[in-house]
């Protein structure tokens, strides 16, 4: 039986998770930056991290927003098959959420209309919306806003597949530490394996809105985001780039079926504020 679903609700839940993901930072980011604060070797590093804890306290008790690049809206909408929208079309009703979310929560606006005459929209639309059909009649809402200072530090490698996964893994490398503290460290890695050019890419990104500290399914994956994470915590980049022990706080790597020819890997890095946020309708 399908379920009628009205897009004015869409509207309302994106308007207050742009509001939250700007001023609180998700349960597990919060449980790796205290994680990163007991292990993180650098006095300094240590200082560091203690200013981001003490930042998120006081955005989160003056809802003043935990960095001043609020990101571009980017979305993943789960949308079960037995669900019927009504009331109007799906993408105006997302981008009005964004709209009221980044204007009503005063967040900043940093979407431009074109991206060579460089005009912005005003309200941070249009987001970045990805849409995916699934079984059921329930509708998931993941958002996670993207700062650019990151998202300008990520890199797709189309390898050949006799690289096989050295070759994953030195793509990977290569990404973070031409990052560097560019990314404001700890980062958060985030990789897609296999599929095409534009797969891999997506694979990166949401590989990002996986709970920090939880590993993948399968089991090469898994022991692969450890040995990762243990590498990139030996760059010395470590936090703000200022040297240290903690340079990532999670690699989350996502991995899909590729062509015979080919071994596509994107590397999408994510900062400190690593901001994702879920709501299931
Ligand atoms: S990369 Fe992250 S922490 Fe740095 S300015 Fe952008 S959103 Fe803020």
Redesign the pocket.
Known sequence: MLREFDVHVITDTVRDLCIQASHFLSDDMKAALEKAKQTEKSDLGRKILCQLQDNLKIAGEEMIPI???T?MAVLFLEIGQDIHLVGGNLTDAVNEGVRRGYTEGFLRKSVVKDPIFRENTNDNTPAVIHEEIVPGDKLKITLAPK????ENMSQIFMLKPAQGIEGVKDAVLKAVKDAGPN??PPMVVGVGIGGDFEKCAILSKKALTREVGKHSDIPYVAELESELLETINKSGIGPAGLGGTVTALAVNVNTYPTHIAGLPVAVNIC???NRHVTAVL
Do not use: K, L, R, Y
């Not at 700062?147 to 990151?150: D, E, R, V």
């Open positions: 960095c001043q690049d990101g700062g650019f200072g990151s990314a404001c900062c400190h504020v």
